[in-house]
């Protein structure tokens, strides 16, 4: 079920019921506690984490991967985080998880969380409510990997593609420059070295240099 990244992370995906995309999640090991961040729900998932070590939280980057969140808090107890949502963004957290039935959280903002640095990705859009207009957390891990919601993904072939461009939903997007501009300010400012993404493909290693065609 898990395909490692290192000996303390481990990745698994399904696809996603209403899109032409894979959504992934990510666990992380801390002294045999497991942290799942973006989790979608697959058979056995609680089970098959449960063999590794407890379940301590489940994090999310971005309110719209609520993904498995509900059923696993509910079955296994363990605490949900979720990212503060910027006032200029009028998106009401409280309201939008209520709907989706969940009512017990607790919010992250830019302190260490469970040994991961929360990092804020803000690009505000012409139109509220409209794309582009992105309010998320990427979660830096000790070896320099950047955790991501929906800001960019990995290709097969080695490449980074910011939102919305790669946003198989839409229609074809051109590539956004202030999104562009944010994100790799977050990849050097960070020092991140890997890119572990909630869709497309994982990049090891070669972060900053796969960030250079961006800027062409």
């Given at each position: ?111 260490n969380l469970f040994g991961m640095k929360p990092i804020r990705i803000t690009i505000e859009g012409k139109v509220k ?86 800027f062409s």
């Amino acid at each position: 079920m898990f395909i490692p990244v290192n000996k303390n992370i481990f990745r698994w995906g399904t696809p996603d019921p209403e899109g032409d995309w894979i959504m992934c999640g990510h666990l992380i090991i801390r002294e045999e506690t497991c942290y799942l961040i973006d989790p979608p729900l697959v058979p056995d998932l609680l089970d098959s984490v449960l063999r590794i070590g407890k379940l301590g939280a489940v994090i999310l980057t971005t309110l719209d991967h609520t993904r498995g969140a509900k059923y696993i808090c509910s079955k296994s107890k363990a605490d949900l985080f979720i990212p503060e949502q910027l006032k200029s963004t009028a998106v009401d957290p409280d309201l939008i998880l209520s709907q989706k039935g969940i009512m017990d959280f607790q919010k992250y903002g830019t302190k260490n969380l469970f040994g991961m640095k929360p990092i804020r990705i803000t690009i505000e859009g012409k139109v509220k409510g409209e794309m582009p207009w992105i309010d998320e957390f990427a979660l830096l891990t000790d070896n320099k990997e950047l955790i991501v919601g929906d800001i960019a993904i990995g290709t097969f072939d080695g490449k980074v593609i910011v939102a919305p461009e790669w946003f198989p939903h839409d229609p074809p997007n051109s590539p956004y420059p202030p999104a562009i501009k944010a994100f790799s300010e977050v990849v050097h400012e960070s020092g991140a070295v890997s890119l572990l993404a909630s869709h497309g493909y994982n990049l090891y290693y070669k972060l900053r240099e796969s960030m250079q065609p961006l800027f062409s």
